[in-house]
């Protein structure tokens, strides 16, 4: 199970990080400084730097020396190149996301304060954190010291880049909010005018088919507004990235709506769609639509290149991790590597056989992004019987509202 979030422009970020000119030897001594005037200001022992790459941290300590390299999966810091703003945690103890993380969990490194900077370069990319921590927990720092540990930060980012510390650069905000509003109002113009139109169509249908295919329509049309909504607020235009929208959702409640959205199409094709299963009836805190966008890309994918019946269905496992699933009973192909469906532009055949050519599009590789973006998992599971596309989300996703 993933226990950390993935950034949806990773690749780009990546390669923004390898890129960066002054990670070299030749500042040990700047970031020698600026690691014990952080640990100095918030009176704790430690302060490090680190930059987040692939599978692994580079940690550059007081001493000005690389520590060995830790796996991203066993650090903080990969969570603080998430946010845009510092990430404080008083005490970690409380904090249920990080209770079970080896970093703060009896019989490891038993962390109790943390403070992580994201290192933001002037691009606007997250390459790593300049952090300080303490086996204690300390107060709330003041916004005094959270300012000075802002601006050591960005001298941090000056050395990386190798420009003056004086020297400002942001990225070009305004052009990105002017870009966003543009596309906003022209996405948003046609499919007004698509939602009166079926408006009045559903006022003048008689046929209870037609009926029930004009309110399909509806909802989908609703959908994408409310996507597109969510995308334009939270994506950042620059980089590439994109920001979940976290919140309470009770999941049986997605997975009925979801049920209801899709029946008309999965009846057009003629196949069969039972009423969705659910076995966690509690909250669940992750962005609903981009949970909307994953389960409708895996029912959509069922529909076009799946088998003759589907399936929907959460439960959790046994580590209390709760799984959304989506099967159906067709088959892959015996030449088709699993590793492949989650590359764009990787896709299905014939409706009971699923190929490499024709189908799966972007829809899952868009899927595992989003799910990683919640520190979750997806994989799709084949056999004889059938195919399961499967969403994996940590268990303090649950415990976080509940």
């Given amino acids: 199970m993933r226990s950390f979030p993935v950034p949806f422009n990773e690749e780009a970020r990546l390669k923004s990080t390898r890129e960066m000119p ?17 640990k100095s200001l918030l009176g704790c022992p430690c302060a490090q730097i680190s930059i987040v790459e692939e599978a692994h941290l580079l940690y550059r300590d007081g001493t000005g020396d690389f520590l ?46 943390y403070i992580g900077i994201p290192l933001m370069l002037s691009s606007g990319f997250k390459v790593g954190s300049l952090c300080v921590f303490d086996t204690e ?22 050395t990386l880049e190798q420009v003056p510390a004086q020297r ?16 906003g109002h022209e996405l ?59 919140q309470p959702v009770t999941l049986c409640a997605l997975m009925e709506e979801m049920h209801l959205a899709h029946s008309p199409g999965v009846d057009a094709s003629g196949k069969r769609f039972d009423p969705p299963h ?19 890309s895996l029912l959509l994918n069922s529909i076009l290149h799946g088998g003759d019946e589907m399936r929907l269905w959460s439960e959790f496992d046994a580590d209390g991790n709760v799984l959304v699933s989506v099967h159906d009973t067709g088959t892959l192909e015996s030449h088709v590597e699993l590793a492949e469906l989650y590359k764009p532009f990787v896709v299905g055949g014939s409706l009971d056989k699923r190929g490499a050519h024709g189908g799966l599009g972007l829809g899952l ?21 059938g195919t399961t596309a499967r969403i994996r989300l940590p268990k303090w996703r649950l415990e976080a509202v509940n």
């Fill in 22 to 38: 002054g990670l070299s030897g030749q500042n040990d001594e700047v970031f020698r400084r600026i690691s014990n005037a952080a």
């Fill in 68 to 113: 060995a390299e830790m796996v991203r999966a066993e650090t903080l810091c990969t969570h603080t190149i998430m946010s845009d703003s510092p990430l404080i945690f008083p005490d970690l103890q409380q904090e249920v996301q990080f209770q079970g993380h080896p970093m703060v969990q009896a019989g490891g490194f038993g962390l109790r304060f």
């Fill in 137 to 158: 927990p300390h107060p709330h720092p003041s916004e005094g010291m959270i300012g000075a540990m802002i601006e050591l930060g960005a001298a941090i980012i000056a």
């Fill in 168 to 183: 400002v650069v942001t990225p070009p905000a305004e052009a990105a909010s002017n870009f966003l509003t543009l596309v």
């Fill in 188 to 246: 948003r113009t046609p499919l007004t005018v698509m939602k009166g139109a079926l408006s009045l169509m559903e006022g003048r249908l008689n046929d209870p088919v037609n009926l029930r295919l004009a309110q399909s329509t509806m909802r989908s049309t609703e959908h994408l507004a409310k996507l597109i909504d969510t995308i334009l607020r939270f994506s950042d235009a620059e980089t590439g990235d994109l920001h979940l929208n976290a």
């Fill in 278 to 296: 659910c076995a966690v009836g509690r909250a669940v805190l992750m962005d609903p639509d981009h949970m909307r966008i994953c389960i409708t």
């Fill in 365 to 385: 590789p868009l899927t595992r992004k989003l799910v990683e973006l919640h520190s979750g998992a997806f994989e799709v599971l084949a056999d004889a019987q």
